[in-house]
C-alpha cells in the first residue's frame, strides 16, 4: 500500500512512531490556545525550521503536499477579510498550517505500518475486540492512501477545465469529481469482498 512516506531520508525518520504521535497530539491542542498572531507565527516558523532540517529536496515535498491547506487558509483569510477581523483570521490560518504541517511531517517521515501498530495498540488498551481494531486501523490506512489519490484526481480535473475554458474553477468540478471519489471507493471495496472482506 502506498502511503504519503517520503523516501528522502531525514534524521526524523529514525524517531519511532509513537513519541512522534503523542507530541503530534500534544502540540496540537498547544497550536490551536494560541491567542496572538505572534506566537502563532513563531510556531509556524518552527515548523517551517523543522521541514528544513531534512533538506531543500524534503522541504519541498512538504510544501508541494501541504498546497490544499494553503487553499483552505486563504479562503478562511478571505472571509475574516469581508468581516474586518484581519488579525483573528491571521491567527486561525497559522494555527492551521503548523497543526497541519506537523501532522504532515509526521506521516512523511513515519510508515504507515508503524502508525496503524501504534493506533492499534492504543485501541487495545481501551479494551476494543482484535475484529474492531482491525476495522478502525483499516479506515486510518485508507484515509491516508487516498489522500494523494484524491489530490491528483482533483488537479488532473482542474487542469482539464482550464485547458478547455478561460472561466476560473467552477463548482461543476464538485459533481465529476465526487464521482471519482465514488469510483474509487467502490473498487476498494470490490477488491476487498474478493479477499474476504475485513474480519
Known sequence: MISLTSEVRTVYHRWPAGPKLFGLCFF????FNLGQSLSALL???AVAGAYLVGGLRFARQGLRLMRPVFWVAAIILTYHLATRDLEAGVVVCLRLIAAVGLANLVTMTTALEDLLAVVDKCLGALGLPRHIRRRIALSVALVV???PVLTQKGAA???AWRARSHKRFSWKLLL???LLALDDAEQVAEALKARG???
Open 176 to 178: 465529476p469529481f465526487a
Open 145 to 147: 492512501r487516498f489522500i
Open 43 to 45: 510556531v509556524t516558523l
Open 197 to 199: 472482506g475485513v474480519e
Open 157 to 159: 480535473l482542474t487542469e
Open 28 to 31: 496540537t491542542i498547544a497550536t
